[in-house]
């Protein structure tokens, strides 16, 4: 089984600085024969459901601003936030979807320092 | 628009079923995979089961697996999750999402969910 793990689980950033989380999977999630990483990343506010924010581990979601970017292949990836904005405070998760079994990081709390 | 809305969730004794509904609507239901995550309180999520846009192949995680079923009526833009077999670790909110989409089979839509509490 794929085991997502994220890193830090929660972290204080000031309004406008750069927020970097990092998810790391135990196996590959690149598939050779498109050259795709099968990596999701996903923003959750409270009381809210989850919202896709970032796909094939770079590709941002139509209407998510692009203060938000992924990076990363293979087994090791990153969630970049510039300018980190009052309404980013929200729980973020990773997900491999490679495998047909879906697995979630166990998410990084992101707030305002 | 997109709009996924689940129902059926409920407070239940352990060992006790319960089926869940998500009913869709804003697009074409039966060209998009489906999927149930959940979140227990407090927690993180889950994904929990996949089917097939066309209902012919489904998924589960091991947590669920042999206890629920997924299902889906694409004549009634409906998807179902059939739980037997209730645990007190199965209560969550229950969402459903879709996948197939342009980000392949990641979640991109996601409904508001619905709250399962198994407890006696």
Known sequence: ?113 | EVQLVESGGDLIQPGGSLRLSCAASGFTFSNFEMNWVRQAPGKGLEWISYISSSGGITHYAGSVRGRFTISRDNDKNSLFLQMNSLRAEDTAIYYCATGGGSGGSCQDRWGQGTLVTVSS
């Open chain 1, 1 to 113: 089984d794929f085991v997502m793990t994220q890193s830090p689980d929660s972290l204080a950033v000031s309004l406008g600085e750069r927020a970097t989380i990092n998810c790391k999977s135990s196996q590959s999630v690149l598939y050779s024969s498109n050259n795709k990483n099968y990596l999701a990343w996903y923003q959750q506010k409270p009381g809210q459901p989850p919202k896709l924010l970032i796909y094939w581990a770079s590709t941002r979601e139509s209407g998510v601003p692009d203060r938000f970017s992924g990076s990363g292949s293979g087994t090791d990836f990153t969630l970049t936030i510039n300018s980190l904005q009052a309404e980013d405070v929200a729980v973020y998760y990773c997900q491999q979807y490679y495998s047909t079994l879906y697995t979630f990081g166990q998410g990084t709390k992101l707030e305002i320092k």
